[in-house]
Nanobody, 126 residues
């Protein structure tokens, strides 16, 4: 049973920062692709950032490049999403996800590539 546990969401003013965490187990973490997605009611879930844990290769959506940073702590089987210069349009439920198998880099931000999802953490920017 794969578990992905997000934390770190909250409310912040425009221009502020938040750091999200996603903890999982060693089997899920190792040699895998883990990603952050976000969703607002009535819209599709969109990919924000992804990281290949074996080599720390990262991918970002254009809307967050230069503002968000995805990283990992292999000792803790945890990935992070550092979000700086937050904007009201970043308001959403943020989800951590894990693929099952292999995913090509050009598909790493597609929700359909991911099999396992966390429960989500709300980020509100005003």
């Amino acid at each position: 049973h794969v578990q992905l546990v997000e934390s770190g969401g909250g409310s912040v003013q425009s221009g502020g920062s938040l750091t999200l965490s996603c903890a999982t187990d060693a089997v899920t973490f190792g040699g895998n692709c883990l990603g952050w997605f976000r969703q607002i009611p009535g819209k599709e879930r969109e990919g924000v950032a992804a990281i290949y844990t074996a080599n720390e290769r990262t991918s970002y959506d254009d809307s967050v490049k230069g503002r968000f940073t995805i990283s990992q702590d292999s000792a803790k089987n945890t990935i992070y999403l550092q979000m700086d210069n937050l904007k009201p349009e970043d308001t959403a439920m943020y989800y951590c996800a894990s693929v099952k198998g292999v995913v090509a880099p050009h598909t790493a931000l597609r929700a359909s590539a991911y099999a396992y999802w966390g429960q989500g953490t709300q980020v509100t920017v005003s």
